[in-house]
């Protein structure tokens, strides 16, 4: 893939998930501006409809600004089992509720 198509997937990719979150494009200039991006507000807005083309590195702000505000909005993750239980009822020497002080000594319900 050649630079040019490389810039029309990442402007693709960036107006399609700013358009399924609801994020304001004026949004995402501004947090892609306060981490160093260059270009000015109409100009992302031009990238993002394949008007005008940006610079690998500016394109690479813009995808990372997207992606920092993209993961404000994702829902926590579902932890896994092992990471709720305690250790001891992983190794199966304690079954049923945890009871008693916990590790850091204080009583746990």
Known sequence: MDDD???????DLVRRALEATGIDPGRLWVHYFSIGGE??????EAFLHHSL????L???L??????ELLDDRRPPRIPQAS???DHDE???SEGGQHGG???DGTDEP
Do not use: F, V
Request: aromatic fraction near 0%; charge should be negative; charged fraction near 30%.
């Open 5 to 11: 198509a490389a810039g029309r997937a990442q402007a």
């Open 39 to 44: 270009a000015g507000e109409l100009e992302i």
């Open 53 to 56: 083309t940006l610079p690998a």
């Open 58 to 60: 500016q394109r690479d």
């Open 62 to 67: 813009l995808a990372h600004a997207a992606d």
């Open 83 to 85: 990471d709720l239980l």
């Open 90 to 92: 992983q190794d199966g």
């Open 101 to 103: 002080e916990d590790e």
